[in-house]
């Protein structure tokens, strides 16, 4: 079946612009996640939903990022005013039930932000 | 959230076993200890998890010290397209415990 799907692949912003990036998640997958890969480093968690409820934010690094998920599926998240130090790849992730510390994540491509 | 260590990068030979070492020292008792590995261009790819017992799946093995304080993740046939970035993650089996916490990973680097 599909796997995590993210969109765009790649994407080029002039500092200041606003960025829009999605994420379509397994059908059926009850929770869903927000990582930032700076280059070199490791995913930084970002963000968690459980359906349409956003139920950790704690990793959002400034008032510019914010996410969605409205219906409990795709979820989009956003970054106003873009600056340089948001480059980075964003990674969604998704998983299938709540609450259990066992299941796996599975992982989308990612998408590449550059911030010129 | 427990700190785990690891090599920063290993090397081996394709055919051989790839041994892939992770200290957790400071685990508790009801964390599990996970690996996933992000290939090149890629997102993470979840590899094997384990509590206290020896793992096996299709893609690798899991062996945990008796106290839990290190664990292998071992590969046993690694072929090139096993080269990628290793993370082992200790993960609390807590209520609302979701995220996963990357520290830097081993590079692995699979070579002909």
């Known amino acids: 079946g599909a796997g995590v799907s993210q969109s765009p692949r790649y994407k080029v912003a002039k500092r200041g612009q606003d960025v829009a990036l999605r994420c379509d998640p397994i059908?059926?997958?009850?929770?869903l996640f927000w990582y930032q890969q700076a280059l070199g480093q490791g995913p930084e968690f970002l963000t968690y939903?459980?359906?349409?409820?956003?139920?950790?934010k704690s990793g959002l690094p400034s008032d510019r990022f914010f996410a969605e998920r409205p219906e409990g599926s795709v979820s989009t998240l956003k970054i106003q005013r873009t600056q340089q130090e948001d480059s980075a790849v964003y990674l969604c992730?998704?998983?299938?039930?709540?609450?259990?510390?066992?299941?796996?994540?599975?992982f989308g491509p990612g998408t590449r932000l550059t911030v010129l | 959230d427990a700190k785990t260590t690891q090599p920063p990068s290993m090397d081996c030979a394709e055919g051989r076993a790839a041994n892939l070492p992770c200290n957790h020292s400071?685990?508790?008792?009801?964390?599990?200890v996970y690996w996933y590995r992000q290939i090149h261009s890629q997102g993470p790819q979840y590899i094997i998890h384990?509590?206290?017992n020896n793992e096996t799946n299709e893609m690798a093995s899991l062996i945990i010290t008796e106290d839990r304080k290190s664990s292998t993740l071992i590969l046993p046939h690694a072929t090139l397209r096993d080269t990628a970035v290793y993370y082992c993650?200790?993960?609390?089996?807590?209520?609302?415990?979701?995220?996963?916490?990357f520290g830097q990973g081993t590079r692995l680097t699979i070579n002909p």
């Open positions: 992730a998704s998983s299938l039930v709540r609450d259990t510390s066992t299941n796996e994540q599975f």
């Open positions: 059908s059926g997958h009850v929770s």
């Open positions: 939903f459980q359906n349409e409820a956003q139920l950790d």
């Open positions: 400071t685990i508790s008792g009801n964390e599990y």
């Open positions: 384990g509590l206290k």
């Open positions: 993650i200790v993960r609390p089996l807590i209520q609302g415990a979701q995220k996963l916490v």
